[in-house]
């Protein structure tokens, strides 16, 4: 018995911290991953793998957090790909709800950019990025079904 009343606090605290430390959208979305991998056309030995987080709630996207990560042995190159991130994210700053980060070692970029669909102005998104090809529908959701079927339509797999 003096064993399980040492054990029950810290099970307690335990329980309390993963429950206190899960991001909300993993608490009350679904999530739905893809991924892609690609090579630069360019000759350069560039590798380039593409990730996607996709949290969803009853058929609608509700957040996306997307992760490119470019890898080359040349960081002339890898200079050049977190400069072109940066002149097109540039569009989207100001904009509440969607943020991208990108960081640089020697030999790779990443670049993590966040989405807010439940929150985000998509008026805004849309003027920024066009209403052609675009997911947002209508109504300023993004159905799930054409999110995913946009992703796929340039070579990501989903696990759905």
Same mark, same amino acid.
């Given at each position: 018995? %003096? ?9 307690? &605290? ?10 909300? $959208?993993?608490?009350? =979305? ?16 560039? $590798? ?15 957040? +996306?957090?997307?992760?490119?990560? &470019? ?43 966040? %989405?807010? =669909? ?9 003027? %920024? ?6 997911? +947002?529908? $209508? ?11 946009? =992703?796929?339509? =340039? ?6």
């Amino acid at each position: 018995m %003096i064993k399980v009343r040492k054990i029950m606090p810290l099970l307690l &605290v335990s329980i309390c911290l993963l429950t206190a430390c899960t991001p909300k $959208e993993e608490r009350d =979305y679904k999530l739905i991953k893809c991924t892609r991998k690609a090579q630069a056309t360019t000759g350069d030995n560039v $590798e380039i793998n593409l990730s996607y987080k996709i949290y969803y709630k009853d058929d609608y996207v509700k957040k +996306v957090i997307a992760t490119d990560e &470019v890898r080359s042995s040349d960081s002339g190159v890898i200079d050049e790909y977190a400069s072109s991130y940066k002149k097109i994210y540039a569009s989207y700053d100001g904009l509440k709800h969607f943020s991208n980060k990108i960081t640089t070692t020697t030999n790779s970029m990443t670049s993590v950019t966040e %989405i807010d =669909y439940a929150h985000i102005d998509t008026d805004k998104l849309l003027e %920024i990025e066009g209403k052609e090809d675009n997911v +947002v529908n $209508e109504e300023g959701k993004v159905p799930l079904k054409d999110f995913i079927a946009f =992703y796929e339509k =340039y070579g990501a797999e989903c696990d759905k």
